[in-house]
Every structure is written in C-alpha cells, then in structure tokens.
C-alpha cells in the first residue's frame, strides 16, 4: 500500500499530513499526487468523501513551496462552483500550509471586494474562486491571470449543472496555455468530456469507484410515505421526518436533511426548531455570513441538524455525520449519492433515510436504477390521526388563523389514537389536535416574506 512517504512530498507537507491524522493516501491521492508532482495534467473522476481535495491541493503546495508571488499575478488558481466548496477548500489549505509560508486569497460572493483587492494587490500563491466572482474581479482590472501556473476545476459536474460551462472556458482562455490543469468531476457528461479534451493536456486520468457502489457502510432505507389526509399531507411528511429522528435514538448524533426546493429548506428548519429540534437551514437565498455561521457551527457540534439544498451542501466537508435524511426524493438521482456521500465518510457507518411520496416514486426508481439496488423500505414510524375528508368550505387561510400552540411540550403529548394498518384509508374517526400545522407565512419563500 502507498503510504504518504512515498509520495516525494515537501518534508513539511508531511508534517502537516500528520497532524491531520491521516495515516495512508485515498485512491485518489494515491493516484493522482505523483502524476501532478510530475507536472502532468490530472483527470480525477471522483466525488466528494473521497479524499480529492487533499489530492490537487496537497501537490499544488508542494510545487508552490518554491517562489514566490507577484502584485496581482496568483501563481495558481482553483475553480469550485460554490462559496462553501471554495471556503472548505481554503480551510484544506491553511491546515496543509501550516508549516510553510504561502499566501492565499478567496474571491468568493458575499465578501467585500475592499479586502479581496488588497490581498490580490499584494500577491498570492493561491486564488480559490467562484467563477463569477473571479470573472468580476478580472473585469474590474483588478487581477492578471498570466501568472497561473496550476489550474484546478473541482467538481466539473456541478459546474456544469450551474451554468458556469462558459465561464470556464473563458477563465481557461484567460491562462497561459503552459498551465498544468488539474480537473476534477464526479461523473463525464459529454460536455465535460469536450471541455477536458480541449484544455487538458494527454491528462493522467485516474478513476475511483463511484460512491455508490462503493458506501457500503452507508445503512439505506425509504419510508413509503401516504398522508391520512391529502391537505395535510406536508405537515404529516414533517413529523415522519421527526419520528425517523426519534426512532434513531442517540445513534443519531447529528444529521443532514435535504429538501429539494428552498421553501421546504426554510420551512422544514422552521419545524423543527418549533418541535425542539436545533436545526438551521443552508441554501442559497441566505446570506454568506450566516451560511458560514450555520456551517461552522454544524462542524462544531453546536448545531445538530442542518437542513440543505443540494447546491448549498455540495461538497460541504463534515466528517462526521451520522445520517442523512431526505426529506424529498431528489430529482436527479446523482444527487442522492452526492446527498448519502455526506454520511458514513472515511470508513465510518452512517445511515440514509429517505420519504417517498406517491408523487416521487418515478425519482425513487431512477435512483434505485443508478445505484443498482433496491432501498429497503421501512415502517413509517410516524403515526396519523386517521380523519375525515376536509371539508369543502375549509381553506389553509382560515386554518392560519386558528389559535395555535408553539409548545412542543404540550404538543407531543397530544393523544394520538389507535391504529391499524388500515388507517390511512378510515375516514370515520375525529379529527384530533392541529397536527404540526405551520402558519401560511411560514411556507412562503424570502423574497416573498420581505415582499410581504
Ligand atoms: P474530500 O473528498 O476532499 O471532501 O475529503 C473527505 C474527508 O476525508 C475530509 O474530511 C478529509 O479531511 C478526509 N481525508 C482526506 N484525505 C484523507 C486521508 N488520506 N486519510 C484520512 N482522511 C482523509
């Protein structure tokens, strides 16, 4: 087995590598170190939870090690399709730069420009952006890109799904054509195959297994999930999420809930904060610094549940998260591997539970179709008061402005009634309790709020 000694990296690399606590190279580090030390281009296939991070920026400081920057000319840049995958990559490296004196800057939105400027003014080694943002920074005369050295593209696939395509190849065209490029994509859409063979130079392609085959530690189930009653149908998807929390007991220290639409992101932090649950939501509406916040203190153990959309948690480093839970199946079923990736990372179990609502059985059959198996389905552990029909004359407004309780105390102990398998479809019992009815304001999206 290649262990990090081997991999003729700067002696003070080492020393950081091993106070991370990393003992051997991941595949891909394995893989591509060498080959990018050797000044070759480097395609990495691989996904997040695969160590590729450290496999393009620990390279890269061994080869910056030596000289130095100049005013406004970074010596290399890398490319992440978002702040927090940009920021995540900045923390790789100052821990891997610790015994080393190299400088970085992060043109990222959200940050002002003033500071950002003046780090570029000075120089810097390393230049970790967003496309647009970069784009916006080189427009405004403010950077020179004839000085990148090294260029990484992380998470290509993303980019893609982004729009940011052109932007990329624009900043490619911004490079001098005897860069190195170090490009890195979770799969190889046929524009990304393009993009690589037109930038990349007869590249060192180094493929690690899919996530999804490869997370057998991930322990998968999906909850089949039907409402009692169809108006009712999303506050009893909230508490099927709650329940799924509950049945884990302490095993779950700390989670990730996905939603697939920003609302639901809001809506569903919202609820569980209401039910005692400390969660806070991360998408891409909220300001930086309270995602970074919310971020950093999830990664702290301050926060126990962060409650995203697929953009804002791409890539998001958190080693240890116990579960995942989809709160909706997602409709591109790679982003259920991306999603789950998020649990049982470096060798550790994690647990994956999804809610499949009759609506989403189409997106549940494509995923099991990539991932070549079946979820296991589980027991809805939520149980539903069974009702009658919801009157004709009943609208959510005036359901808004019923008295309501926000105490969780009380509501928990709300008695449920006896149930059998046939609940779902008995119309006859009473109706009991509010259910965890959210007020109207709650579900609209934040533009919508401040509109309003
Ligand atoms: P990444 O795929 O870059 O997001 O990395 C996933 C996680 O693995 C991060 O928490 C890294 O700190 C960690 N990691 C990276 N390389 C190693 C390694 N060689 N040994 C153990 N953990 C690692």
């Known amino acids: 087995m290649t ?74 840049l890398v490319l992440c399709p978002t702040r927090e995958l940009a920021a995540q990559v ?19 939105g959200g940050v002002s420009f003033k500071e950002q400027d003046a780090l570029i003014d000075k120089g810097v080694d390393v230049l970790i952006a967003t496309p647009g943002r970069l784009l916006d920074h080189f427009e405004r005369g403010k950077l020179l890109l004839t000085g990148v050295q090294i260029m990484v593209v992380d998470e290509a696939d993303r ?42 130079s007869a590249p060192t392609r180094i493929e690690v297994a899919r996530q999804a085959t490869a997370s057998e530690n991930i322990a998968q189930g999906v909850v089949m ?16 999420l709650r329940a799924l929390i509950d049945a884990e007991g302490d095993a779950c220290t700390n989670a990730i809930i996905f939603c ?29 610094s309270q995602r970074m916040k919310t971020l950093e203190d999830f990664r702290q153990g301050n926060l126990r549940f962060l409650v995203a959309s697929d953009v804002a948690a791409r890539g998001l480093d958190v080693p240890s998260v116990s579960h995942v839970f989809n709160f909706d199946v997602p409709g591109h079923a790679e982003d259920y591997v991306h999603r789950i990736g998020r649990t049982g990372r470096a060798g550790r179990s994690g647990k994956a539970f999804m809610i499949c609502s009759k609506r989403d059985e189409k997106s549940l059959a494509a995923v099991e179709e990539l991932i070549n198996k079946e979820i296991p389905r589980v027991e809805n552990p939520a149980k539903f008061d069974a009702a009658p029909a919801k009157p004709a004359a009943r609208t959510p407004k005036s359901e808004a402005a ?20 046939k609940q ?8 009991v309790g509010m259910g965890d009815h959210l007020p109207s304001f709650i579900a609209l999206s934040f533009e919508e709020r401040r509109a309003g």
């Open 402 to 421: 019923k008295p309501k309780s926000g105490d969780r105390a009380t509501r928990s102990k709300a008695p449920s009634q006896p149930r059998d398998k």
């Open 225 to 240: 999930f039907q409402a009692s009653r169809k108006d009712r149908e999303a506050s009893e998807k909230r508490k099927t």
């Open 260 to 288: 697939n639409r920003k609302t639901d992101v809001d809506i569903c932090a919202k609820s569980l904060n209401k039910y005692g649950y400390q969660a806070a939501p991360i998408h891409g509406d909220l300001d930086q």
């Open 3 to 76: 262990k990090f000694t081997d991999l003729n990296l700067n002696p003070k690399i080492l020393k950081a590598i091993e106070e991370a606590g990393y003992e051997t190279p991941t595949p891909i580090q394995a893989g591509a170190i060498p080959a990018a030390i050797e000044g070759k281009d480097v395609l990495g296939i691989a996904q997040t939870g695969t160590g590729k991070t450290a496999s393009f920026t620990l390279p890269m400081i061994h080869m910056l090690a030596r000289g130095r920057a100049r005013a406004r000319m970074p010596r290399s």
């Open 424 to 431: 779902h479809n008995d119309n006859t019992s009473k109706v």
């Open 159 to 200: 980019m893609l799904d982004m729009g940011f395509i052109p932007d990329i190849e624009r900043i490619f065209g911004l490079t001098p054509f005897t860069r190195q490029t170090l490009f890195f994509s979770a799969t190889m859409a046929p524009e990304i195959e393009r993009i690589t063979n037109t930038f990349l």
């Open 90 to 108: 900045a923390e790789n490296f100052d821990t891997y730069t610790k015994h080393l004196k190299l400088t970085k800057a992060l043109l990222i």
